[in-house]
């Protein structure tokens, strides 16, 4: 059964960091494609980064440019979204999300994705 379960979400002070893991089971990450999206109170869900399967290529949001890093580790079967420079408005539900992906540059819409994890939540306030 292909199951994602994410972690390391928490209260952190703006300025501070977090590292989000997606842990993967039941399948290789290795042929997959791994998106991370978020979604605010009363706001949409939108894409965050994402990172393609054979490529290693990744796209970001503008908004995260530049303090986020996606990154997958094969061997561990996990992906992460290391978080610096967090601002208020990173607060949200973050989900990782994959889809068996084999092009260079990876999906970035949700709609995708086919298998999603059950979210964290990340709170930046002081």
């Known amino acids: 059964q292909l199951q994602l379960v994410e972690s390391g979400g928490g209260l952190v002070q703006p300025g501070g960091s977090l590292r989000l893991s997606c842990a993967a089971s039941?399948?290789?990450?290795?042929?997959?494609?791994i998106g991370w999206f978020r979604q605010a109170p009363g706001k949409e869900r939108e894409g965050v980064s994402c990172?393609?399967?054979?490529?290693?290529?990744?796209n970001y949001a503008d908004s995260v440019k530049g303090r986020f890093t996606i990154s997958r580790d094969i061997a561990e079967n996990t992906a992460y979204l290391q978080m610096d420079s967090l601002k208020p408005e990173d607060t949200a539900v973050y989900y990782c999300?994959?889809?068996?992906?084999?092009?260079?540059?990876?999906?970035?819409?949700?709609?995708?994705?086919?298998?999603w994890g059950q979210g964290t939540q990340v709170t930046v306030s002081s």
């Open positions: 039941g399948f290789t990450l290795d042929y997959y494609a």
């Open positions: 999300a994959v889809r068996r992906w084999e092009l260079p540059d990876p999906p970035e819409l949700a709609d995708d994705y086919d298998y």
């Open positions: 990172i393609s399967s054979r490529s290693g290529r990744t």
